[in-house]
């Protein structure tokens, strides 16, 4: 573990043993560079897969969930100028680190930055910025934000503040989503530079089709949060729109006899229109 590292990442797992071995594996040989401090939040540590990078990193297994509770427990132990949240079934690429360093090099001003994400297959999954480095506007913050690609300078952090816990996998509410997007809208909010790189790229694998409970459950309550941080940042009625865009998707699915199109914009519909109604406990 370094002593002064450049760039330290929130490494946070729950239901998975495989895939945090996978992404740590596959920074195995950046490690003497960087903090990796990963919380653990499965019920058997994921070590029982076998590894010898325990030693490398910060490692701390707790009893508590969340994976907004979690950052926000990583982030009391960072050590870096950059903060990164890698998701534990995604990877980076070989320069993916690099890039994320001249970045912030190239643009001294910059309080964050948003990279793009693709599959195992080389395709987009989230954002676009046409090969270019951009500064980002608050609707460009909403639809490019993701945590793999999340990057954003400490001293903003502590300035700004934690993850709102009642965001994200895990949450005690129905927000299971959208807790990134809050926390970037939020650095944009107070007058900083969110921008966004073609440069820095994370590879995600697609995710598979919906094919049980769990699977139309967690399109529920990720659209959910997706609405509510739309109506924290962009009011009720930007929010609305987002249903009735969701819910003009299931006609458009029905007309080209797509049903799983239209079955999954079904959900999304109802996911958004519960994230307006819905009030999170107070903390």
């Known amino acids: 573990m370094p002593l002064n590292p450049e760039i330290s990442l929130c490494f946070c797992t729950l239901g998975r043993t495989q895939e945090p071995i996978q992404f740590l594996t596959s920074i195995k040989s950046q490690l003497k560079d960087i903090q990796v401090i990963c919380v653990d939040q499965n019920q058997n540590d994921i070590w029982s897969v076998g590894s010898d990078l325990k030693s490398q990193i910060d490692y701390f297994r707790v009893s508590f969930k969340g994976l907004s509770r979690a950052r926000n427990f990583a982030l009391q132990k960072i050590s870096g100028a950059i903060v990164g949240f890698p998701d534990d079934d995604g990877f980076y690429r070989e320069d993916t680190l690099t890039e994320v360093s001249d970045f912030f090099q190239r643009h001294p001003t910059a309080a964050a930055v948003i990279g793009e994400c693709i599959d195992l297959d080389g395709q987009y999954l989230f954002g676009f910025f046409e090969n270019l480095e951009r500064k980002l506007n608050a609707y460009e913050i909403l639809k490019y934000s993701a945590s793999i690609v999340f990057f954003v300078r400490a001293d903003i952090l502590r300035n700004i503040g934690n993850f709102d816990i009642h965001l994200g996998v895990g949450a ?84 080209k006899l797509n049903p799983r199109l239209a079955w999954r914009q079904s959900l999304a519909t109802s996911g958004r229109f519960l994230g307006i109604l819905y009030r999170p406990k107070s903390s």
């Open 172 to 255: 005690d509410s129905v927000f299971q989503a959208g807790e990134e997007t809050d926390l970037a809208l939020r650095i944009f909010e107070k007058g900083s530079e969110v921008w966004g790189s073609s440069k820095i790229r994370a590879i995600h694998p697609q995710r598979k089709s919906m094919q049980s409970w769990a699977d139309y459950r967690r399109e529920i309550f990720s659209s959910a949060g997706f609405s509510f941080v739309i109506k924290k940042h962009f009011g009720v009625v930007i929010a609305l729109a987002s249903v009735f865009s969701a819910a003009f998707k299931i006609i458009l699915g029905i007309l």
